[in-house]
T-cell receptor, first 114, second 119 residues
Framework: KNQVEQSPQSLIILEGKNCTLQ??????????LRWYKQDTGRGPVSLTI?????NTKSNGRYTATLDADTKQSSLHITASQLSDSASYIC?????????????FGKGTHLIIQP | GAVVSQHPSWVICKSGTSVKIECRSL??????MFWYRQFPKQSLMLMAT?????????EQGVEKDKFLINHASLTLSTLTVTSAHPEDSSFYIC???????????????FGPGTRLTVL
């Protein structure tokens, strides 16, 4: 069964610090991997989307990496801000999978403290 | 980027009533829309796939007679929770699929969600 595992489950850091969130997946075949930010009570918003051949992609202070050989991805947040407090969800696209072709991780709940 | 809206953003209703949630793609046409349900601290769970002009496809365990889906146009899908009960209280999120402009990378855009509370 295709799975996406995220760690840590939750994380608290001080404002201004950096952090890295992890995503391991077993989805195969693999089309692309996405990181979403979901604020409390809101829908997910796309941060990055990477195909099999891409190793890194940045979006402002967010940098995602992908190692398709080890099936691992990370999301690095630089100089965190209070507005970064949210859940970060790793989603792997598998065209042969479910109706939506997506396998969702459970997310990492990030809290930025002043 | 593509925008997907949902209405209402939150709704409180009495047990036994029906609630309709709208999902619109604002600047693109979506032949396929998806409906998800999300419980606190849980991941999004796919409920059904809504295809324009045809019947929705429901995931295993989702009652099609309870969660009515209509995809009347390329920009609008509706989810009606019929005879809602407290256990239906959840966060409902829709998404719309758009054919990507670069490399045909399909992308799904999520709506902002609708918080349903059934008393």
């Amino acid at each position: 069964k295709n799975q996406v595992e995220q760690s840590p489950q939750s994380l608290i850091i001080l404002e201004g610090k950096n952090c890295t969130l992890q995503c391991n997946y077993t989805v195969s075949p693999f089309s692309n991997l996405r990181w979403y930010k979901q604020d409390t009570g809101r829908g997910p918003v796309s941060l990055t989307i990477m195909t099999f051949s891409e190793n890194t992609k940045s979006n402002g202070r967010y940098t995602a990496t992908l190692d398709a050989d080890t099936k691992q991805s990370s999301l690095h947040i630089t100089a965190s801000q209070l507005s970064d407090s949210a859940s970060y969800i790793c989603v792997v696209s598998d065209p042969g999978g479910g109706a939506d072709g997506l396998t969702f991780g459970k997310g990492t709940h990030l809290i930025i403290q002043p | 980027g593509a925008v997907v809206s949902q209405h209402p953003s939150w709704v409180i209703c009495k047990s036994g009533t029906s609630v309709k949630i709208e999902c619109r793609s604002l600047d693109f046409q979506a032949t396929t829309m998806f409906w998800y349900r999300q419980f606190p601290k849980q991941s999004l769970m796919l409920m059904a796939t809504s295809n324009e002009g045809s019947k929705a496809t429901y995931e295993q365990g989702v009652e099609k007679d309870k969660f009515l889906i209509n995809h009347a146009s390329l920009t609008l899908s509706t989810l009606t929770v019929t005879s809602a009960h407290p256990e239906d209280s959840s966060f409902y999120i829709c998404s719309a699929r758009s054919a990507g402009r670069a490399g045909n990378l399909d992308t799904q855009y999520f709506g902002p969600g609708t918080r349903l509370t059934v008393l």
